[in-house]
Nanobody
Framework: QVQVVESGGGSVQAGGSLRLSCAAS????????MGWFRQAPGQEREGVAA????????YYADSVKGRFTISQDRAKKTVYVQMNSLKLEDTAMYYC???????????????????WGQGTQVTVSS
């Protein structure tokens, strides 16, 4: 099993940057996908970026391609998402999640993930 804890949210002006971190615990790291999801008030939770912790393959939603970068530090069992050129519409609660590789068919689909963090708020202002 893997448990995850996010950190690094905050408030930033449009055009600014933030980096979120997700620390994982447990023995399954390397056999899971780690994903970042976000949910704005009144909206569905959507996949933003994901990484296969075994191969390092990354996946991005079209809305963040070229602006967000997901990466990992295997030794620390930590996944990061560097968010640049932030827009007002990036404002949301951001969640980290983990899902066993054999259970994940679509790395950006929230239903494929079973372990979730508590979330960290990202607010982008003009």
């Amino acid at each position: 099993q893997v448990q995850v804890v996010e950190s690094g949210g905050g408030s930033v002006q449009a055009g600014g940057s933030l980096r979120l971190s997700c620390a994982a615990s447990g023995d399954a790291y390397g056999s899971v996908f780690m994903g970042w999801f976000r949910q704005a008030p009144g909206q569905e939770r959507e996949g933003v970026a994901a990484i296969d912790t075994g191969s390092g393959t990354t996946y991005y939603a079209d809305s963040v391609k070229g602006r967000f970068t997901i990466s990992q530090d295997r030794a620390k069992k930590t996944v990061y998402v560097q968010m640049n050129s932030l827009k007002l519409e990036d404002t949301a609660m951001y969640y980290c999640a983990a899902g066993l590789r054999r259970m994940v068919w679509d790395p950006l689909r929230r239903h494929d993930y079973t372990a979730w963090g508590q979330g960290t708020q990202v607010t982008v202002s003009s």
